[in-house]
């Protein structure tokens, strides 16, 4: 067999960096000699390794700098994005207190349904440079450079630079990575975070080294205070792999999962450990939990009920589970990623990672046990498996957006698959798969662009054709001459990546906000709340109606299916459609009512999305009007919380737009028991809530809501009403006679 030795496409190989011997020692010579060859300074970062040909370190630098310049775009579209988490962080940027908890508001009255650490990027950068879209949102678009940089480091470390540079262009355009790296939500960190795992666990396998695998259980642990237990989802995965494949001895491997396991512990348990110890009376409510617990919401709300579908205090009611058979959170089934609702925010090329991972498993089938290439095929392949199994049965809360997580264990198989079956091309059957691949992606990639017929209708055909022709010239690639072979190739990968660059950049050109957002193009999701939700369906989970929504009519204060202490939810009333308020809207589509809560910077309220609410705008507040934030503001210092509002969104948006504490009655949903009754009857004895603003709702249908209600008909059965345009807010140091 003839070997070629294309610079950007040579694989390296256990030749030219050997794995440590079966006792653990170093690998052999190549990686200090490299080390110590390397040029100090900027030399050494713009021409990176020296063996490398001059254009491979500019190229991945390229490919950073565009993946920045592209997330970037139009970045403060999106406003505060999700004011949920945005209120947080402003409340970390005022409190220390609430910056460790991750209270939703400086007065720490109760915190966020996630542990805090993906807010603390985000809340040092606003005590920095203050309040705004981009002190919020540009944390996470470094988070999405950085993940594309680790993704290429882990790829390149034992394929080529090509590959590694396939892998980083492949998760910068993939539709929800473009989505979760310029939103708040802690998917953004958490996908960082996975990646360094198993880029630090490909480490490990290569010499053995302990330090590697305990550095990756500590990536892992702090990945568990981003969204607690889905940082697991890849765990047994990478144990299995290193306890099998490691180039030391089995005892040594027993040992050094030990450690790893110890480390999740320490890094992720630590927090955890000082918010149960803290004595109750001094810390905030843990929101999420109903008994104000955090390991209750862990391995509650956040946990066993996202599998099992029984979540108290769920949105949509945490009534059961969800079922295969189309629950309240769409259909379960090993086809899930692919269907309406997810497809096009993840799969473009997973039938292509899927062919390209059992190519690779093939090609090293005949490998030694600690062969590092394998191995590193096994850690992402294993790591995309496990979670897509997971999210295609869970039966519990699943949004779109959380396939964001798949992403980087996507992108990696696809670069590894195709550097491996290209430096094999001479031989038929590698030949075939690459072409197979190809014809999986263009294939599929038309099938998703034709079930949004009205956004680029032409361009599904190119797709399809292009990798038709692509593939065709694959099947001969080891036959034909090296430019021949590198068109068809070229051809192939265009074409296998225009129609996910499509919508990616419509992503990019949309604002999005709310708690439930989607990429892509209206239409390209049947729910959510962003561009992509909405546009066919667009309602609640499931398809229906939100509970008090109706056909676009208001079914009346404490309705059937209403929201905590009647009223209804932001943006789900008046006689408009799909949710949208009555009181109009501005260009882009953002709710405005005067007295009504912001959903973005400066006064701008959260954009509904392409094609109407959805969930997306049942859970996102409007704007604060002018009126309503003088009131706020008045005497605002002698006040603990300026006002209290039933659910998070609408205490959120206020905050936002005043910059002082809003204590959120019931957390996320308005179902959270806090404050108890008693508890509010004191603040207020106190004087430590000035207004109570009433028709506030979180997302909160079902769990237990009687706490909110209770308040609620308290405050009207005592207080005197004030008006603020379309707002009602009760004055809590005015009783009514």
């Known amino acids: 067999m003839t070997t070629h030795h294309d610079p950007l496409v040579h694989l390296h190989t256990d030749r030219t960096h050997p794995p440590a011997d079966e006792d653990g020692g170093p690998p052999s ?35 950073l700098l565009a993946t920045a310049v592209l997330y970037l775009y139009n970045l403060s579209a999106s406003g505060y994005a999700n004011s949920f988490y945005s209120a947080a962080v402003q409340a970390g940027s005022q409190s220390w207190k609430a910056f460790f908890f991750g209270s939703l508001d400086a007065g720490n009255a109760i915190t966020v349904d996630k542990p805090p650490a993906a807010l603390w990027p985000m809340a040092l950068a606003v005590r920095i440079f203050g309040l705004s879209s981009w002190s919020v949102l540009v944390p996470e678009v470094l988070m999405g450079v950085a993940t594309v940089a680790v993704v290429y480091a882990a790829v390149r470390r034992r394929f080529s630079p090509a590959a590694g540079l396939i892998a980083g262009a492949v998760l910068a355009l993939t539709p929800v990575a473009a989505l979760m790296f310029r939103f708040n939500n802690p998917d953004a960190l958490l996908a960082l975070l996975m990646s360094v795992a198993c880029y630090l666990v490909v480490r490990a396998l290569e010499d053995g080294r302990t330090k590697w695998l305990v550095w990756a259980g500590a990536a892992i642990g702090f990945a568990f205070l981003a969204k607690t237990l889905q940082a697991f989802l890849i765990l047994p995965a990478l144990a299995l792999v ?43 409510y843990i929101g999420g939990s109903q008994h104000n617990s955090f ?27 969800g079922g295969g058979s189309g629950g309240q ?27 390209l991972l059992v190519a690779g498993l093939v090609a090293t089938r005949r490998a030694g046990r600690t062969d590092t290439v394998r191995a590193s095929f096994l850690v992402w392949g294993g790591s995309l498996l496990m979670t897509a199994a997971v999210f295609s049965y869970m039966a519990g809360i699943f949004h779109q957006y959380y396939t964001v997580a798949l992403a980087p264990y996507l992108a990696a198989v696809v670069g590894m698959g195709a550097a491996t079956l290209w430096e094999r091309r001479e031989r038929i059957w590698a030949s075939l798969a690459l072409a197979a691949a190809v014809t999986a992606s263009a294939a599929w990639g038309y099938v998703l662009l034709d079930r949004t017929p009205d956004y680029l209708p032409w361009l599904k055909v190119p797709v399809l054709v292009g990798g038709l022709v692509a593939a065709l010239g694959l099947v001969f690639a080891g036959r034909l001459g090296r430019r021949t072979a590198l068109a068809a190739a070229g051809l192939g990968l265009v074409a296998s990546l225009a129609a996910p660059t499509a919508y990616t950049l419509s992503t990019l050109r949309e604002g999005h906000s709310g708690s439930i957002v989607t990429a892509g193009p209206s239409g390209a999701s049947m729910r959510g709340g962003g561009p992509g939700g909405g546009g066919r369906g667009g309602g609640f989970p499931g398809g229906g109606n939100a509970p008090g929504q109706g056909q676009g009519q208001n079914q009346g204060q404490g309705g059937p299916g209403g929201f ?38 400066s006064g701008e309220g959260g954009r509904m999305g392409a094609g109407g609410g959805g969930m997306g705008g049942l859970l996102n507040g409007a704007e604060v009007g002018d009126e309503a934030k003088k009131l706020l503001e008045a005497d605002a210092d002698a006040y603990t ?4 509002s039933v659910g998070s969104q609408n205490a959120a948006s206020y905050q936002l737009g005043t910059g002082d504490p809003v204590m959120a009655i019931g957390g996320f949903n308005g179902t959270d028991p806090s404050p108890t009754l008693a508890q509010f009857k004191k603040y207020v004895a106190d004087g430590r809530i000035h207004y109570f603003i009433g028709g506030g709702a979180g997302g909160g249908m079902g769990g237990d809501s009687g706490t909110a209600s209770r308040i609620t008909s308290w405050v009207e059965a005592h207080f005197k009403e004030v008006a603020v345009g379309s707002a009602t807010f009760y004055d809590l140091t005015s009783p009514t006679a």
């Open 329 to 355: 959170w769409g259909e379960t089934g090993w086809d899930r990623m692919f269907n309406s609702e997810i497809g096009g925010q993840i799969s473009w090329l997973l039938p292509a990672a899927l062919i």
């Open 295 to 321: 390991l209750e919401l862990t391995f509650g709300y956040n946990g066993l009920g996202r599998l099992n579908g029984e979540e108290t205090g769920s949105v949509g009611g945490g009534g059961g589970p």
């Open 242 to 284: 290193y306890g099998v494949c490691a180039p030391v001895r089995l005892r040594k491997r027993l040992g050094q999962l030990a450690l790893a396991t110890a480390a999740i512990v320490v890094s992720g348990g630590w927090w955890v450990a000082v918010v149960e110890l803290w004595p109750a009376s001094s810390r905030p």
């Open 29 to 63: 010579g190549a990686p200090s000699a490299r080390r110590r060859s390397r040029r100090p300074g900027f030399g050494r970062l713009w021409r990176g390794r020296p063996e490398d040909p001059r254009r491979v370190r500019p190229a991945f630098l390229g490919l």
């Open 641 to 644: 919380w300026v006002a209290a």
């Open 564 to 601: 905590p202490g009647g009223g209804t939810a932001p943006g789900a009333g008046g006689t408009g459609r799909n949710g949208q308020t009555p009181n109009g809207q501005t260009p882009n589509g953002q709710n405005r009512q005067n007295g009504g809560p912001a959903g973005g910077p």
